[in-house]
């Protein structure tokens, strides 16, 4: 890792949340707002159906840069932008490309990406590599 | 001018949050994380740890609980059904582990209207037992009009 260039990528990551991962997901973070989990109140305040929680994809984002870093403990910042709602059953990608060595960080710009949509766009990632 | 525009930026009471074993196990399945040092006190102790870790993202369980309740707070007077998370901000310090005691202060930061939807910003600091630094957190909603 240490020799991680701008413009190399990180190993992509690629998830298909199941029909159930919201429900997983309400139970181990607490937020069970029913946008998440029940399709008809979902679809009566104008979304597709169930979305996945914003943070867990952000835990997708967070997983694929702890994992190419080897260590939770080397991911010091992260900071995304909802582009659009993400739902289960259709796969998620989460693609990373080092910007800049800065000191001993490691700025890395990462995008998810579901059915050739941004779901994150913009994000950015600091590791301490 | 809204109402809801004029809110002076505040803080909410601090919330504690004690850290389980096995609540961590259970973010970690829920995300799909396989790191050992998530998982099994063995693999944890041998990197050093007291018991196991929390992955990063955990963050959102410990300093998500401050951030329901400073949203249900009735002066802001949110629609959750129209609530949407535009963005989030995690910057992290000491890691978290079973059995830490986290304290998280969360203040309303900015409320602003644009094109009929409310966007709100909260920060948040969580800190550990030992009063060490643990994550700072900028969580960004937006409330759309209800047509």
């Given at each position: 890792m240490s020799a991680l260039a701008a413009g190399s990528e990180l190993p992509a990551l690629t998830v298909t949340p199941d029909r159930y991962a919201t429900v997983r997901y309400a139970g181990a973070?607490?937020?069970?707002?029913?946008?998440?989990?029940?399709e008809e109140f979902a679809q009566s305040a104008g979304l597709p159906g169930r979305i996945l929680h914003g943070l867990y994809t952000m835990a997708l984002v967070a997983r694929a840069q702890t994992e190419a870093a080897g260590?939770?403990?080397?991911?010091k910042r992260l900071a995304v932008q909802f582009r659009g709602p993400a739902v289960p059953e259709a796969e998620i990608t989460i693609t990373s490309t080092v910007k800049e060595r800065r000191d001993d960080r490691t700025i890395v710009a990462v995008t998810a990406t579901q059915d050739g949509k941004?779901?994150?766009?913009g994000a950015v990632a600091e590791i301490e590599l | 001018m809204p109402a809801s525009a004029e809110l002076t930026p505040r803080s909410f009471p601090a919330h504690d949050y004690a850290v389980g074993r096995e609540k961590i196990r259970e973010y970690a399945r829920a995300v799909g994380e396989t790191d050992?040092?998530?998982?099994?006190v063995g693999a944890a102790r041998a990197a050093g740890h007291t018991d196991v870790v929390a992955p990063p993202m955990f963050a959102a369980v410990y300093s998500g609980a401050s951030f329901e309740a400073a949203m249900r707070d009735p002066e802001l007077d949110i629609d959750l059904a129209m609530l949407l998370h535009s963005g989030q901000e995690f910057e992290w310090g000491e890691l978290v582990i079973a059995g830490d005691q986290i304290t998280t202060e969360i203040a309303l930061a900015e409320v602003s209207e644009r094109v009929g939807m409310r966007f709100i910003v909260f920060r948040s600091s969580s800190r550990n037992q030992r009063g060490e630094h643990v994550c700072r957190g900028t969580w960004t909603v937006v409330v759309r009009p209800r047509r």
């Open positions: 973070s607490g937020d069970f707002n029913p946008i998440h989990i029940d260590d939770p403990g080397k991911l941004a779901v994150i766009r | 050992p040092l998530y998982f099994e």
